[in-house]
């Protein structure tokens, strides 16, 4: 009999031929219950968005800063539209704590999103990457599989030495390794001849369609700029963090907790003396860290968190401010299914929101309108401004051609909107 959670991964029609497959490619038999032990499962991740100064969420935000490593598997996007992206849920990793060896099976979904990366190879995923000819099915619901899990306890031994892909030393990729979670073993072979892939964590990632209860409005420029928090959710937020990061300095500052529907004004001048990043980013990654572990995560956990978004969170320019989404908000929009149930799951998810604040709004504007100069010079002044953008270039442009007053600027944004890549 196949065993409950991977008869609700697979559609009915699939079910008779996976079995077979199933079996002759895994180490042991997939029918057998995993042995009885205590599991306890933590999960650590980010949802990023941007904001416009009116407190809109903007599309658009899709790509990565950070090279994934080249064994991380990755879906096409075709059919997706790219505008109507709000969230980009990066590296959600889940670590493992059984007491003892153990299989697990693992189903991930999102609502109103697509799992877009995914390591290990995964056994199952939805939606295909392929619909009937002259169907277009807008994306509402994504779903990724894996089964036959086999975990073997960090102070455990394996008869076969663990093989962990190699990744770049600079890789950011590394920092998530460094806790004391299982290593998570799966058998690409047969009870033959297998093929064992081993890691620290499960991996995946997506883009989502749904928009989050932060909402941040800014007002002001230079130093009487100001933000107001509001919650719109129907839970309470955690304290949080706001932070900026301006020409090799971090300020920030830390937030108090936002009941439902609450508020918080927000002034330059709470954000205290900006330190320089070796000082400030030392600082700032402790206070962050301290939260997460508050929030449930072991401190390896929470560090290899801070440890890779420093540069994402940190040192790159910006205001941004980072909250802990509800836990009833991450199940909601990312529900997670594990057999054996875990004793313990603790879902950790940051929400990252990008401010655009009205001066940076109006500097944005200025050089889309300057790329139409005669001047070569002011061209490629304005070139170099959009160019430090990166991957944030489409949401501001989002942003640029909805809310300026001139035609030929809109013009040019919507222009340089369909210049980007579609998707695949």
């Not at 590296?91 to 290990?120: A, E, I, K, Q, S």
């Not at 007002?219 to 937020?237: A, I």
């Not at 968190?305 to 009833?328: A, C, I, K």
Request: charged fraction near 20%; aromatic fraction near 8%; glycine fraction near 8%.
């Amino acid at each position: 009999m196949i065993a409950p959670l991977r008869a609700l991964c697979y559609p009915a029609a699939l079910l008779a031929g996976l079995i077979l497959l199933m079996n002759s490619s895994w180490a042991g038999s997939p029918d057998q219950p995993p042995p009885a032990g205590h599991l306890t499962v933590h999960e650590w991740g980010t949802f990023l968005s941007m904001q416009g100064s009116n407190g809109v969420t903007l599309g658009g935000m899709v790509d990565s800063d950070e090279v994934l490593p080249p064994f991380v598997r990755e879906r096409v996007l075709r059919g997706l539209s790219r505008a109507k992206m709000f969230q980009k849920m990066e590296t959600p990793v889940t670590y493992f704590y059984p007491d003892r060896p153990m299989t697990v099976d693992v189903r991930v979904n999102m609502h109103r999103g697509l799992l877009t990366h995914w390591f290990p190879a995964v056994n199952y995923f939805e939606p295909s990457v392929t619909q009937p000819k002259g169907v277009k099915k807008p994306v509402e619901d994504s779903l990724l599989c894996w089964h036959g899990l086999q975990l073997v306890p960090e102070h455990g031994k394996s008869a076969t030495p663990f093989a962990f892909p190699t990744v770049a030393k600079d890789s950011i990729w590394r920092f998530a390794r460094e806790t004391d979670s299982a290593v998570v073993r799966i058998n690409r072979g047969t009870a033959k001849q297998p093929h064992f892939v081993d890691e620290k964590f499960l991996f995946y990632r997506g883009l989502g369609k749904f928009h989050l209860p932060l909402e941040i409005r800014s007002t002001g420029t230079g130093s009487t700029t100001q933000m107001v928090l509001r919650n719109t959710g129907p839970y309470s937020l955690p304290p949080a963090f706001a932070i900026r990061v301006q020409h090799g300095t971090v300020a920030f500052v830390a937030l108090p907790a936002l009941p439902a529907g609450g508020s918080h004004e927000l002034a330059l001048a709470s954000f205290g003396k900006p330190l320089p990043a070796e000082m400030g980013v030392a600082h700032v990654k402790d206070g962050v860290a301290a939260g997460l572990v508050r929030a449930g995560l072991y401190p390896k956990e929470a560090r290899a968190m801070v440890n890779t978004w420093e540069h994402s969170y940190f040192r790159t320019d910006g205001w941004r401010v980072l909250y802990l989404l509800p836990r009833q908000t991450i199940d909601a929009v990312i529900p997670i299914s594990i057999q054996p149930t875990p004793e313990r799951l603790v879902r950790v998810m940051v929400g990252r929101v990008e401010v655009l604040t009205p001066e940076k709004e109006r500097g944005m504007e200025k050089a889309v309108a300057d790329l139409g100069s005669s001047s070569t010079e002011v061209r490629k002044a304005a070139q170099a401004e959009l160019a430090k953008l990166g991957r944030f270039q489409e949401p501001v442009l989002h942003r640029v051609a909805a809310e300026t007053q001139r035609a030929d600027v809109r013009a040019r944004a919507e222009q340089l909107l369909k210049q980007l890549p579609a998707p695949q």
